[in-house]
């Protein structure tokens, strides 16, 4: 039971926390601090198998030549004047605007992956869920 309300076992109004040993604490399937809750985004391996090494970033790359090096470089750096990734916001996050097709970009290069217009369809939706649900790793 929550100590705050000891009559209530869950800690906000839609019920997607739950209060563990007196903390609000997501349920499962869930991230956030505890109040507020949200699905949980995809995790960052099946982020880099997919776009970074099935893409061929790794190539140019070197930086992302481990999984633990490009999660430190994508949520640690700047990209083309700004955060590459700002995690929970998708919009200012630049390695979106980098790298997903049909995103508005000004300078800094061209579109990545190499010789594309850029990642679309499941690729872009992944990498724009993982941003979304925290960047989690």
């Known amino acids: 039971q929550h100590p ?3 009559d209530q076992t869950t800690c906000n109004a839609d019920g997607s926390a739950v209060c563990v040993a007196g903390a609000c604490q997501c349920k499962p ?4 601090d505890g109040v507020t809750c949200k699905a949980a985004g995809p995790s960052f391996a099946t982020v880099y198998t997919t776009i970074f090494q099935g893409k061929g970033c790794t190539g140019c790359h070197g930086q992302f030549g481990s999984q633990s090096a490009a999660l430190t470089w994508l949520t640690t750096q700047s990209l083309c004047g700004g955060k590459a990734v700002v995690p929970g ?7 979106v605007q980098k790298t997903v097709a049909g995103v508005t970009f000004s300078g800094c290069g061209g579109k990545m992956p190499k010789g594309s217009s850029g990642l679309t369809g499941s690729d872009a939706d992944l990498l724009k869920a993982w941003i979304a649900g925290g960047a989690q790793p």
């Open 4 to 6: 705050a309300a000891p």
């Open 89 to 95: 916001d998708v919009a200012s996050s630049t390695i």
């Open 29 to 32: 399937g869930l991230s956030g």
